[in-house]
């Protein structure tokens, strides 16, 4: 069974930092491209982050870029994103999702796995 579980999500005050967790099981975790996305009350889930299985590339939202940063351990079968300078539009749960597309992976409907969500809250 494939697990994916988010975790490092909290309450901070702008500009402040958080570190998300996904930790995958049940999978080649390294044949898998993994993505970050967002959903905001009554709003549609978003793309912010996402790497490539093979080669490590990295896409990120015009929200995301310059603040957050992807990183993934193939070792440690987790995924990682480092958000800086966080702003109140951040707040949502953030959800990581893999695939085995190596393309679209902007896209929510490519990813085959979602975990459960992590909150983040950030007040202004």
């Known amino acids: 069974e494939v697990q994916l579980v988010e975790s490092g999500g909290g309450l901070v005050q702008a500009g402040g930092s958080l570190r998300l967790s996904c930790a995958a099981s049940?999978?080649?975790?390294?044949?898998?491209?993994i993505g970050w996305f967002r959903q905001a009350p009554g709003k549609e889930r978003e793309g912010v982050s996402c790497?490539?299985?093979?080669?490590?590339?990295?896409y990120y939202a015009d929200s995301a870029k310059g603040r957050f940063t992807i990183s993934r351990d193939n070792a440690k079968n987790t995924l990682y994103l480092q958000m800086n300078s966080l702003k109140p539009e951040d707040t949502a749960v953030y959800y990581c999702?893999?695939?085995?597309?190596?393309?679209?992976?902007?896209?929510?409907?490519?990813?085959?796995?979602w975990g459960q969500g992590t909150q983040v809250t950030v007040s202004s």
């Open positions: 999702g893999a695939t085995l597309k190596v393309i679209r992976l902007r896209i929510a409907t490519e990813y085959d796995y």
């Open positions: 049940g999978l080649i975790f390294a044949d898998y491209a």
């Open positions: 790497i490539s299985s093979s080669d490590g590339i990295t």
